[in-house]
């Protein structure tokens, strides 16, 4: 069974930083592409960052220069760090994992996590 569980999230002023991370199980990690989401009140799910099982990423325009997805295939973890917050990137962060589509920030996924709030006050 796979799993996802996801941590890091907090509040912070603006251009402060944070580091999520994504803690994976059940499946073979490193084969997988993954990516990170985002849902503020009111608003549709967004993609965030997307990464392939040979290290290539993608980004949002929104977040580009400001975030950088990555993984740690020996510990089975997905990270997104965020530089240069801004109150607009408030919102729930998703890790996902096994893409329909490789390196799409909105691809469709199989596999998602609970979530972690991320709060960004000016």
């Known amino acids: 069974q796979v799993q996802l569980v996801e941590s890091g999230g907090g509040s912070v002023q603006a251009g402060g930083s944070l580091r999520l991370s994504c803690a994976a199980s059940g499946y073979t990690y490193s084969s997988y592409c993954m990516g990170w989401f985002r849902q503020a009140p009111g608003k549709e799910r967004e993609g965030v960052a997307a990464i392939d099982s040979d290290g290539s990423t993608s980004y949002a325009d929104s977040v580009k220069g400001r975030f950088t997805i990555s993984k740690d295939n020996a510990k089975n973890t997905l990270y997104l760090q965020m530089n240069s917050l801004k109150p607009e990137d408030t919102a729930m962060y998703y890790c996902?994992?096994?893409?329909?589509?490789?390196?799409?920030?909105?691809?469709?996924?199989?596999?998602w996590g609970q979530g972690t709030q991320v709060t960004v006050s000016s």
């Open positions: 996902a994992a096994d893409c329909r589509i490789r390196l799409w920030v909105g691809s469709p996924y199989n596999y």
